[in-house]
């Protein structure tokens, strides 16, 4: 399987990479970065692309199945509306490029309590933006919507504060299902998620990711 990667300098983008060029399954992977990256592989092909400037590379958008976890923070952004361009705008156009090249399975890491009606700018952005690529008609789309992550040497601070919240109340057996997640189970679960793929909408939440995770080989 040729598999595409965006974000993949994030936490979960690594872990995912890593896998991914492990993995016998999948025999090329491209990935489309801002800035290049220091790995080298023989079956990794690194893209630098300006997303601003899709006709430098819409036509490099070819394969089997697109990973996204492509995203950021309202404060690395700097505004709602740069955080919109990246998280919304960024995606929903590689999505869109990546099916009109035939792309046949779309796995979107989204986020836990995401809703297009959502009163709050963040969970409302995401969902959003899976009802747009639900629209896109890829034959398959999963939809990965995973409580707080826990990142390697995270230095996001309200994550790391709910992250310990969330374990707090979990000794009390509470907010099971928002269990704090390494972001190397959600890698995992999005590689199984495509094993084989499959056609049809589907949405992994909760334990449900742990439980994809832990098929993976």
Known sequence: M???VIGATGATGKDLLDLLLEDEYFHQVDVFVRRDLPI????LKVHVIDFDQSGQWKHSVKGDVLFSCLGTTLKAAGSKEAQWKIDYDYQYQFAKIARENHVSHYVLVSSGGSSPNSRFFYPRMKGQLEESVKDLGFPGVTIIKPPVLVRKNSDRTMEVAGMKA???FNKFGLLR???PLPTEILAQAMIQSVKPPRSGIFTLEGEAIREC???FE
Do not use: T
């Not at 080298?40 to 079956?43: A, I, L, M």
């Open 2 to 4: 040729h598999a595409l």
């Open 177 to 179: 299902s928002q269990e």
């Open 213 to 215: 995770a832990g098929k």
């Open 40 to 43: 080298k592989h023989e079956k």
């Open 166 to 168: 969330v374990k707090f």
